[in-house]
């Protein structure tokens, strides 16, 4: 009974001393004209969003913002220190804009 007990514990926290993949969080909805936050893993030297840097606070804390235009996705790119690089593609869901134009 106590080996069954143990068995299902391990798989249920992915086996002993599994290490987890560092991955990188995102709080907030992804939509045009969003603004959200996340959080980089532990030792991520750089941090990019379609190729462009993102600032990284000290401990790995970020904001992204999503222009009104923005495309249907944007790909995150963490690198940490051992040169490792964490992909995530991020989906941008469209948003409808009033969009107003002044005659000069």
């Known amino acids: 009974m106590i080996r069954a007990v143990a068995a299902a514990a391990l798989v249920l926290l992915g086996g002993a001393g599994a290490a987890q993949a560092p991955e990188l969080r995102i709080h907030g909805p992804l939509h045009q004209g969003a603004l959200v936050r996340g959080a980089a893993p532990e030792g991520t030297v750089a941090l990019s969003l379609d190729g462009r840097p993102v600032p990284l606070a000290p401990d790995g804390r970020f904001l992204l913002g999503f222009d009104r235009d923005a495309s249907a996705s944007s790909r ?15 989906d941008v869901a469209p948003r409808s804009w009033r969009i107003e134009r002044l005659g000069i």
């Open 76 to 90: 995150l790119v963490a690198r940490l220190a051992d040169g490792t690089e964490i992909v995530r593609t991020l």
